[in-house]
């Protein structure tokens, strides 16, 4: 038994802004791994804060695998300096597939606009409109 704040997963969940489902998700990947006291699921300061560190993983675009590995790494003997180097080499390839992506999005508007204006001016060049 780990003494210190508890959490239940109705607080865990109304906290980070996720479904009890989605916690018994991770739970069953084993990212944490809460107490349990007959049915009821107690959470420490270890799984709130792999939970922020999964959902971090999750809004930044991080598979879990990638998000596994990182949370892993914070209870590794190296601990956050390991997790930390891990990290920042995730950070530098996904910024790196983001800034491609955003570069994608950006020509097709580009593309887009492009094709509008040649449609406008064939439409220009047809008969005038109806009254």
Avoid: N
């Avoid at 991770?26 to 922020?52: A, C």
């Avoid at 695998?65 to 892993?72: A, N, P």
């Avoid at 390991?82 to 790196?96: G, K, M, P, W």
């Amino acid at each position: 038994m780990t003494s210190g704040p508890e959490w239940t997963i109705a607080q865990i969940a109304d906290e980070f802004g996720v479904t009890h489902r989605t916690i018994r998700h991770y739970e069953d990947l084993g990212l944490v791994s809460p107490e349990r006291r007959g049915t009821q699921r107690i959470f420490h300061r270890r799984d709130r804060t792999r939970l922020k560190l999964i959902l971090r993983g999750k809004r930044l675009g991080f598979p879990l695998e990638e998000i596994r590995t990182i949370v892993d790494l914070f209870d590794a003997p190296r601990g956050r300096r390991a997790q930390l180097e891990y990290v920042l080499d995730q950070i530098d390839a996904r910024r790196t597939d983001l800034e491609q992506r955003l570069k994608d999005v950006q020509d097709a508007i580009a593309e887009l606009g492009d094709f509008e204006r040649s449609c406008r001016a064939d439409l220009d060049r047809l008969a005038p409109p109806r009254p």
